[in-house]
């Protein structure tokens, strides 16, 4: 076989002028949507595992929501109800309107070719070419070889892998292999695409480069993702919002950047310090602690305090403002700046020295300006 002829009809990439558009999506309604979902599972020793536990949400058409979660936390089980590889014992899935728990098995065949998935190991076929793996759910389906040809020359362009058509998974890098997973679960033209920590066994300049595909797909081709990872630093990147499994359980959800401003869980807080670094060093905290017991275990003057700004508040003079107004002295501990979703994040941590009124007044007009607040005076 030739090994340019597939792509002899391929032209460049533009679903989005296909009447086949994947993010095609009804208007108002959510993309997905899942009620009061419930799974469990019977481990080998008899015991009920509540895998999920009455989880309710909506993701919109052309968004990138993020579940992340511990190892454990249900994050799979609940992304496979999407599809009905989990069948929840109690609720509702819903994609693009259509209730999945009603369909026959034709129709639910049917339904699943709208909704891809890319696996953290690539689930490659060994024994076929990249160009083969990705035609693989093509033939399935029963479309012609020349269909199949134009498809599978557009979907390598897309992801950037027409060189490697015919080589062989072993003969590819990590990356290579996702890019190759990517354009197999795009082939179908799918509505959602479903990811389930597809970086996880990459190194981190790849991660970038596969999040920067699966934007880019996001964009070009207005598809809907849901993304599973345990990296805040993945959904720091690329997702828009979030919702933080715990126990079966979603524990908070939002935009991302409000997420990172304010977690409302201890289990998001210690997600966030990974990758924005709030930790002080113990020298600092030991000096802190030793002036608060010799004060008779009282803060006194002393409030150690971490404040989240994003967006335009970054560079404006809020602080020294505060300064100004209410006397606050204070100097900073530990202080970061970074970017989400295109907008700056700024956490910095404050030991401020001021009498309670003057440091009521600064708290005050900062939360005023958008400043989120928190007290950390329990940690020393
Ligand atoms: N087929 C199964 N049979 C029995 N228990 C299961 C099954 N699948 C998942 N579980 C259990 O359900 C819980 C949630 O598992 P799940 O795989 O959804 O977690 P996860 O958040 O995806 O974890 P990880 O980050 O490690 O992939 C775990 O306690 C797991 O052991
Ligand atoms: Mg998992």
Same mark, same amino acid.
């Given at each position: 076989? %030739? ?17 086949? /558009? ?30 999920? $536990? ?48 009603? !369909? ?51 979907? !390598? ?41 597809? *970086?996880?066994?990459?190194?981190? @300049?790849?991660?970038? %480069? ?29 997702? =828009? ?16 950047? =409000? ?5 409302? *869980?201890?289990?998001?807080? *210690? ?7 709030? @930790?002080?060093?113990?020298?600092? /905290? ?6 608060? !017991? ?11 305090? $971490? ?7 970054? =560079? ?42 003057? !440091? ?9 300006? =958008? ?10």
């Amino acid at each position: 076989m %030739n090994a340019r002829a597939p792509f002899a009809a391929a032209s460049s990439h533009t679903p989005q002028n296909s009447e086949e /558009l994947p993010g095609e999506a009804r208007q108002g309604i959510p993309m997905v949507e899942l009620e009061n979902i419930s799974v469990s599972f019977r481990s080998p020793d008899g015991k009920l595992v509540q895998a999920v $536990r009455d989880v309710s949400l909506q993701i919109a058409s052309g968004e990138i929501f993020g579940i992340i979660g511990r190892s454990g936390a249900g994050k799979s089980t609940l992304v496979r109800t999407l599809n009905l590889l989990a069948r929840p014992e109690k609720g509702h899935v819903s994609i693009n309107g259509q209730n999945l728990l009603s !369909l026959g098995e034709n129709e639910l065949r049917h339904a699943r070719r709208e909704i891809g998935m890319v696996f953290q190991h690539f689930n490659l076929l060994s024994s076929r070419t990249v160009f083969e793996n990705v035609a693989f759910p093509l033939e399935l389906a029963g479309h012609d070889k020349a269909y199949i040809a134009r498809e599978v020359g557009q979907l !390598l362009d897309l992801v950037g892998l027409h060189e490697q058509a015919w080589r062989y998974p072993h003969q590819l890098s990590g990356g290579q292999k996702q890019r190759v997973g990517i354009a197999r679960a795009l082939a179908s033209k799918p509505k959602v695409l479903l990811s389930d920590e597809a *970086t996880s066994a990459l190194d981190p @300049e790849t991660t970038r %480069n596969i999040l920067d595909l699966l934007r880019r797909i996001n964009r070009e081709l207005g598809l809907t993702i849901v993304l599973i990872t345990h990296e805040m630093q993945v959904v720091k990147q690329i997702c =828009d919002r979030i919702a933080v499994m715990d126990s079966g359980r979603i524990v908070e959800s939002g935009k991302v950047i =409000d997420v990172f401003r304010a977690p409302q *869980t201890a289990i998001t807080r *210690t997600m966030i310090g990974e990758v924005i670094a709030h @930790e002080l060093p113990s020298s600092v /905290l030991t000096r802190i602690q030793r002036r608060r !017991l010799a004060r008779g275990n009282t803060a006194g003057p002393e409030c150690l305090l $971490r404040l989240s700004f994003a967006g335009d508040d970054v =560079d404006r003079p809020l602080l020294s403002e505060a300064v100004k107004r209410y006397g606050l002295d204070f100097n900073i501990l530990h202080g970061q700046i970074d970017e989400i979703q295109g907008q700056a994040f700024a956490s910095l941590t404050l030991l401020a020295h001021a009498g309670e009124e003057a !440091l009521q007044g600064a708290k005050e007009f900062l939360r005023n300006h =958008d400043v989120s607040i928190e007290e950390l005076n329990h940690v020393v």
